[in-house]
């Protein structure tokens, strides 16, 4: 057995003293720089088009971190510091327990992260691929160092999630005890079982000091179905309206909206979501959705929309939300001679993306490896303030998608290729432009294949018809 010294020595390499900080909970803007639809990057909407309204055309305090030079790094933004080693991959419970005896710079008061915390260190310019060469992370990587999973190993490029210090209040994956991650390889927040029935889960850890106050919320109740959060400077709706909408809809209703007096409403960015989260409930274990009873929503089990699209697959066609319900998914535990059925799979307060359109009956069990559960038509709280500001963004082109040889990296290993590594990008340019049903055909080394353009989750694709089409030689 490793002793919590020498993974102390292991973990934390270098320190300096950072600044102090006098704010609360500032959130850092997720760096989103590009406008999309449905589908793909687009140009930016102008007000009143479809799609206006979106992360990118909003911007709040934008990431800044100084590197200190000897493997701490302080965010200028939240006052916090970070210690900037990766480290080693641990239990739960040795990973909380190596702070106590941290001495990074000569600081005795490290800590391991609240899932508040850590999500400040999330960028959405990230987007995992097929092959590590092809990704970028969901973390600045010139400031923090970064490991993919290892595949050699038989990991998934995304087995290389970050603890948190936040117990999910409740349990997942059939009855197992859980703690929220970051993965900062997908951009998701996820619970994860700190143990399994006897085998345990080790992921990385990430040290943190300064700024105690980060993460905790000041809500004031206006008296006008708004609630301010002295903490943050937001102002959101006290209640949603009751209704669910796709992610264009969702975007429209709130640029939209005039309501309390004020008409400079948005969709929340994801970041600007989660921070109203209350990691201290959750259905099981309070009755009541993860979030301040001060608000009300008119469903405990409910999904959120945010204005941020994730990177995930072969084209943005996914927007993230939070679960503030349990964060389903339609799961067999391994080792479980049970079929699957619908379980909380990774906790209410999870983070993770929904397809922006469609329809969600296509998703009979879910998507992904705990088959997570797709509705697209979600709930809406809107919110205004924080220093935010409509701008004009530069709409840098995101990275492309390459895809290749490595498959889905979502998938477990050796269980197959998805769209993303198995069907190329000219079955999805042959659709482009077109609705679900209509005609396509695709260019292959064989010849000229004829199909139909078929609606999936990753998009509109030209699935050639049954038994195979008819085929021209060129």
């Not at 390499?13 to 997720?30: K, R």
């Not at 959060?229 to 992610?247: H, M, P, S």
């Not at 209350?278 to 469903?299: K, L, N, Q």
Request: overall charge neutral; charged content about 25%; proline content about 5%.
């Amino acid at each position: 057995m490793i002793r919590i010294g020498v993974l102390s020595a292991l973990l934390c390499l270098f320190a300096l003293n950072g600044p102090a900080f006098g704010g609360s909970y500032p959130i850092v803007d997720t760096g989103q720089n590009g406008c999309f639809d449905n589908q793909s990057q687009a140009k930016c909407p102008q007000q009143g088009d479809s799609f206006n309204g979106q992360d990118s055309q909003y911007k709040g305090n934008v990431a800044r971190y100084r590197d200190n030079g000897d493997g701490t790094v302080s965010d200028l933004v939240t006052g916090l510091m970070w210690v900037k080693a990766r480290g080693y991959k641990l239990s739960w419970r040795t990973a909380v327990n190596g702070a106590q005896v941290c001495r990074v710079g000569g600081h005795d008061d490290w800590r391991a992260p609240t899932i508040k915390e850590l999500y400040s260190l999330m960028d959405f310019n990230g987007w995992v691929q097929g092959k590590t060469q092809d990704s970028v992370a969901f973390i600045d990587t010139r400031y923090f160092d970064f490991s993919w999973g290892n595949t050699r190993a038989g990991a998934r490029i995304i087995d290389c999630q970050d603890w948190s210090a936040t117990l999910y209040k409740g349990t997942t994956m059939g009855g197992s005890r859980t703690a929220f991650g970051v993965n900062f390889a997908d951009g998701r927040i996820k619970g994860y079982p700190t143990m399994d029935r006897g085998t345990r889960h080790d992921k990385y850890i990430r040290y943190v000091r300064g700024n105690s106050d980060y993460g905790r919320n000041d809500f004031v109740d206006n008296g006008n179905e708004t609630i301010s959060d002295k903490a943050t400077g937001l102002v959101w709706q006290k209640i949603d309206d009751g209704k669910t909408r796709n992610w264009e809809q969702a975007l429209s209703y709130c640029e939209d909206l005039t309501f309390a007096g004020r008409n400079d409403w948005r969709l929340p960015n994801i970041k600007e979501l989660q921070s109203i989260v209350d990691y201290s409930r959750s259905p099981t274990a309070t009755g009541s959705a993860a979030i301040d009873p001060i608000f009300g929503v008119t469903e405990v089990e409910s999904y959120f929309w945010s204005s941020t699209t994730h990177l995930d697959g072969p084209k943005p066609s996914h927007a993230a939300y939070v679960a503030f319900g349990r964060a389903m998914g339609y799961f067999a535990p391994p080792r479980s001679s049970a079929t699957k059925e619908l379980m909380d799979v990774h906790g209410a307060g999870a983070q993770r993306s929904d397809p922006k359109a469609g329809d969600p009956s296509r998703y009979s069990q879910g998507h992904g490896p705990q088959g997570d559960d797709i509705r697209i038509n979600n709930y809406v709280l809107c919110v205004s303030g924080g220093d935010v500001e409509y701008y004009e963004p530069s709409n840098d082109r995101i990275p492309e998608w390459k895809g290749g040889a490595g498959g889905d990296p979502n998938q477990p290993k050796g269980k197959g290729q998805s769209r993303r590594g198995g069907v190329p990008q000219e079955a999805f340019d042959a659709c482009n432009s077109k609705s679900s049903g209509s005609r396509c055909s695709v260019q292959t080394p064989r010849g000229t294949v004829s199909g139909i353009c078929v609606d999936t989750d990753e998009g509109i694709v030209c699935v050639p018809r049954k038994g195979g089409g008819r085929r021209s030689r060129q």
